[in-house]
Every structure is written in structure tokens, then in C-alpha cells.
């Protein structure tokens, strides 16, 4: 009888997962991002969108009867924060997945960390070398939920080529940047194959703050249109730099042209006939709920990193559902089942030989004279 009792007080202390049926707990969920760096604008939106959607998990009552606890490192934007910071949230947090950055570097440099502590990693680094390995496998545990930089860089191309008939690019990016670097070669390729050339092609490095002799040089080459695949505060400094010495070529981009760049420049004639590819429509109804929440929290109109982060932790807690549990493995076998989960910036389906999204659309916007106007959501009709 003494016995009974001491194991029936035993069971009411162990701590339980959850399973379907088991006490209530706690989902602890790491989240990766930059929030005093050089990408802090990025990983403040992710962040941001991440703490809204534990919010409403969690005021309905959690997942599965669940409290979803989010515990946020800051990378500062460097490699080897990055890996002591995820390292920690891993080993002393015991975060079961993490809310990867949208910086191709620091995806990269996590990877073989995150494949060894079998910690699934959901994120928005579009190099595929972060989710898929030299000999054409899966990286076990990282997960894209957006284009990839092929993808990505095709669409651009596509619409900069097909749709506004540009046919001498020049280009300018950071070649210390994975996520800059990855952009560039499916781009050229997407060109040259039909008919187009790139007649200047000019570099800087992170530490970099003067880009106008490469401007010089590309406002002497002929060239058509600029391709600019960089950062927000490079794009920010390109503009300026561009006004300065009296380059008026019109300029393509990607996402890190959406809100806030125009703002940050804060020269509207610096910032027109700019067109940039997004993850999503504000005219879309999916994004009303969540806007409206982050704007009654923030007291700001959220930024595309914003809903990526929203997305994340969706994604997240599919996958334990699919997956059968909340461990590292069990949401790694259940990112892998992910198929036509709806999502703030579309449809999420994760391929299981890429680990990256399959079908997604994007959006094109233009710039005129600081003013965003969408256009439409485009797919090349190679990609379809």
C-alpha cells in the first residue's frame, strides 16, 4: 500500500508532453534573429510576427492545451553570435524547433548544428545550399518556407525581361553575402538564355559604405535597367548613392525593397521606377486578421518579415501535429508531411526531397517616387 501511494505522488510530478491527451505544458520555441545588427530591421519583423502569433495560440488556450513559450537570441547579424546563440537556445533553453533568421549566412553556418542535434530549423534563407546538401540530399533539419534565390532570381528576371522588356542588366552586390551571391547566378542564366546580356557586373563587401565608382562605371556601360539583389540598408545607400552622381536607371530587386526601404531613404525622387518581387498581396483577405492584430500590439503596419515569422510558427505547430509529437525528430519527420497549409504569404507546401516550399507565386510592386504600388502576382510561364 506504501508503495502505491509513493508512485501515485510520483506520476502526479513527472512532467508530461504532449500527446493528444497529456497535462498541460509548455511548447518552447527558439526564434534566431538579428535584432541589433546590420539585418536587425529583418529579424525584428520576424520576431515581431512570431510574438503575434504566440499571442493568439496562447490567449485560446495553447496548442493542444499547450502554452507556446517563444525565447528569442539575438545574433547581432554575425556568424559566430549566431551559432553560440543557437547553440544556447538549444542546449540551456530546450527549444525543440527555432524560428530560423531570413540571412542565408547564418543559415548556412547553423546547419551542421542543428543536423547533429536533430533541432528542425524553419526559416526564410532562400540560398539552397542552406536546405539542400552538396550531393543533392535534404539538410536533415533546415526548412525554407519561401522561394528559393533560383526561383526567386527567375521571377525577377522573367518580369524584368518579359513583362517590362529590359535586355542590358547591370548589376551590383555584395559578394560577401551568400544570400546576394545565390541571387546572381540563376539570374544571368534566366537572361542570357533569352536573348539578354549583362553588360556591367560590380561587387562590394559588408564593410563597404561608398558604392559610387562601381555606380560610375555601370552609368557608363549602356545598360538598360540595374539589378540590385541586396540588403535593405545597401539598397538604401545604392539609391542615394545613384541620385548623387546622376544615375537615373530604373532598378530591380527583391523583397528587402519592400516597406520600409522608401521610408528609410527618405527621399522620395531617390526612390522611383523601382520594381521588387514580395512574398505578398496586402489586398489578400489571409493577411487581414494578423495585420490588424500586429498593428493593435505594435502601433505599426508590419513589414513582409513580419507575416514570415506569423508563418513560422504556424508551420511549427503543424508539423507536431503531423509528426506525432514535440521533439526535434518528430517535427522534423512532420516539416516533411507539410502540404497545402495556408499561410499569410500563400499556400505552404515542403517538398520532402528539398525541404524547401513547392508552388509558391510572388507578388510584384513598383516604387514611384516612394510610393508603393502593387502590380499582381507573377509566375514565369516556365515555372508553371
Known amino acids: 500500500m506504501r508503495n502505491q501511494r509513493f508512485l501515485a505522488k510520483t506520476l502526479l510530478v513527472i512532467p508530461l508532453i504532449w500527446s493528444g491527451i ?21 529579424g525584428n519583423a520576424v ?13 485560446a488556450g495553447g496548442f493542444k492545451g499547450d502554452k507556446i513559450k517563444l525565447i528569442t537570441a539575438d545574433t547581432k547579424g554575425n556568424v559566430q553570435e549566431a551559432i553560440k ?22 543559415g548556412l553556418a547553423i546547419a551542421p548544428i542543428a543536423n547533429e542535434k536533430k ?19 535534404p539538410q536533415p533539419s533546415m526548412f525554407l518556407i519561401q522561394p528559393t534565390s533560383v526561383q526567386y532570381a527567375e521571377i525577377i528576371a522573367s518580369y524584368a525581361n518579359e513583362k517590362l522588356g529590359y535586355k542590358k542588366f547591370a548589376v551590383l552586390y555584395d559578394q560577401s553575402n551568400a544570400f546576394a551571391v545565390s541571387m546572381l547566378k540563376p539570374f544571368k542564366a534566366y537572361i542570357e538564355k533569352r ?25 557608363s556601360a549602356g545598360a538598360d535597367v540595374l539589378y540590385i539583389p541586396n540588403y535593405t540598408q545597401d539598397l538604401v545607400i545604392t539609391v542615394k548613392q545613384a541620385k548623387q552622381i546622376g544615375l537615373n536607371l530604373p532598378m530591380v530587386s527583391g523583397l528587402d525593397a519592400a516597406p520600409p526601404f522608401a521610408s528609410l531613404v527618405g527621399d522620395p525622387e531617390a526612390t522611383n521606377n523601382i520594381y521588387f518581387a514580395n512574398n505578398f498581396s496586402d489586398k489578400e483577405p489571409q493577411l487581414a486578421e494578423v495585420r490588424n492584430a500586429y498593428k493593435a500590439k505594435f502601433n505599426e503596419d508590419p513589414i513582409n518579415k513580419a507575416y514570415l515569422g506569423y508563418d513560422k510558427v504556424t508551420v511549427i505547430l503543424k508539423a507536431i501535429e503531423l509528426g506525432g509529437g514535440a521533439s526535434g525528430p518528430q ?26 516550399p513547392v508552388g509558391l507565386s510572388m507578388v510584384m510592386y513598383k516604387i514611384d517616387n516612394g510610393k508603393y504600388q502593387e502590380i499582381g502576382r507573377y509566375v514565369p510561364e516556365s515555372h508553371k
Open 85 to 106: 546563440a543557437f547553440t544556447r537556445l538549444v542546449d540551456h533553453e530546450k527549444a525543440i524547433a527555432v524560428l530560423g533568421p531570413p540571412v542565408s549566412n547564418i
Open 119 to 137: 533541432i528542425p530549423v524553419v526559416g526564410s534563407f532562400i540560398d539552397p545550399r542552406v536546405t539542400v546538401q552538396e550531393n543533392g540530399e
Open 47 to 59: 520576431t515581431r510576427g512570431a510574438e503575434v502569433a504566440v499571442e493568439k495560440i496562447n490567449a
Open 22 to 42: 497529456a497535462m498541460a505544458g509548455e511548447i518552447v520555441l527558439g526564434n534566431l534573429q538579428d535584432l541589433s545588427g546590420p539585418t536587425s530591421v529583418l
Open 195 to 219: 536573348g539578354g546580356s549583362v553588360v556591367a557586373e560590380e561587387t562590394y563587401t559588408k564593410s563597404d559604405k561608398d558604392y559610387r565608382a562601381q555606380l560610375n562605371k555601370i552609368k
Open 331 to 356: 517535427i522534423i519527420n512532420g516539416l516533411s508531411q507539410v502540404k497545402d497549409v495556408q499561410g499569410t504569404t500563400g499556400i505552404l507546401t515542403l517538398s520532402p526531397k528539398t525541404h524547401q
